[in-house]
């Protein structure tokens, strides 16, 4: 009888792909660094390099390359990106915003200017010249001397006229006055005559002088002798109307029993006017100042 030898055929286990991707490459590992000169292990590269850098080349199923590990990592780089980003961002609006603020706060200022004042002594002496415009204005510092350029501007004046009434009565007194011219025959030497020396007019009014003077002697022009004179301004002893006269004659009362009494003498340019005592109306205050307004 035939006897049928039945073996146990164990078929091997299917493999995929993947385990014999794992099988065939099995992970690299990188040999140790030898010692340094010190006789000291160097730390492993590797290894401080794997908590780093991605793994870049790993076998994945089918034989490809897996990057996902890269791409991991990659992102996990780039997401610090945008923090930067915003930081950035926040800080320019800050910067901005308390630009606007200080600008708001500070947008004027007061800027006071006080001029420094000195007093300078000059001296030097100038002469003005009207319409010296071709002339040069500059200061000659050799001599101390300038020319000064001045022109006349005439301005045009309004004359208004306007009635006040006088309700105010005001006590005047008033002396005359004239003019005369005092002539000296006497001498070529010149006379003085001192303050309120008296003259006498033909109707016997007394008339003075209100400063002392002097009359110049006589001078000979062509075989001829000319008197000496000056003119002054004389005044009526008293005020009133009654020294108001025409032109006349005068004398010197002081010279008298003196040969100059006949040589000194005095004849009015002017007539005498202006005299007068009593009471005028004039008006008041108020009226005075509205019609300075006006």
């Known amino acids: 009888m035939t006897r049928r030898i039945i073996q146990d055929v164990v078929f091997p286990s299917k493999r995929t792909t993947k385990e014999e991707v794992k099988q065939s490459s099995p992970e690299p590992v990188l040999p140790a660094r030898p010692p340094n000169e010190r006789g000291q292990a160097t730390h492993d590269f590797a290894a401080q390099a794997g908590d780093f850098l991605p793994r870049l080349v790993k076998k994945q199923e089918g034989g490809e390359l897996n990057s996902s590990a890269w791409i991991k990592n990659t992102n996990n780089t780039s997401s610090k990106s945008p ?6 961002v926040a800080t320019v609006v800050f910067v901005g915003m308390l630009g606007v603020v200080l600008s708001t706060f500070f947008s004027g200022a007061t800027v006071k200017i006080v001029p420094l004042n000195k007093t300078v002594s000059l001296a030097i002496d100038f002469t003005a010249r009207e319409n010296a415009a071709d002339l040069p204005a500059e200061t000659e510092a050799s001599t101390g001397k300038g020319i000064v350029s001045y022109q006349k501007i005439p301005l045009p004046l309004e004359e208004k006229s306007e009635d006040i009434p006088t309700t105010v009565e005001k006590k005047i007194t008033r002396k005359a006055s004239g003019k005369i011219k005092i002539f000296n025959e006497y001498s070529t030497v010149s006379q003085r005559l001192i303050k309120n020396t008296r003259f006498e007019s033909a109707s016997g009014k007394i008339y003075r ?3 002392s003077i002097v009359v110049p002697g006589m001078s000979t022009l062509g075989g001829k002798s000319i008197p000496g004179s000056i003119e002054v301004t004389v005044y ?18 002081g010279f008298k029993g003196d040969p100059r009494y006949a040589k000194f003498y005095a004849r ?3 007539p005498l006017e202006g005299g007068f005592s009593g009471t005028i109306k004039v008006p008041s205050p108020e009226d005075q100042k509205s019609a300075v307004l006006r």
Request: overall charge negative.
């Open 83 to 88: 923090r930067m980003v915003l930081w950035v």
């Open 236 to 253: 009526g002893d008293a005020p009133g109307e009654e020294y108001n006269s025409s032109a006349t004659d005068f004398t010197i009362p």
């Open 209 to 211: 002088i209100d400063n």
């Open 268 to 270: 009015s340019q002017t």
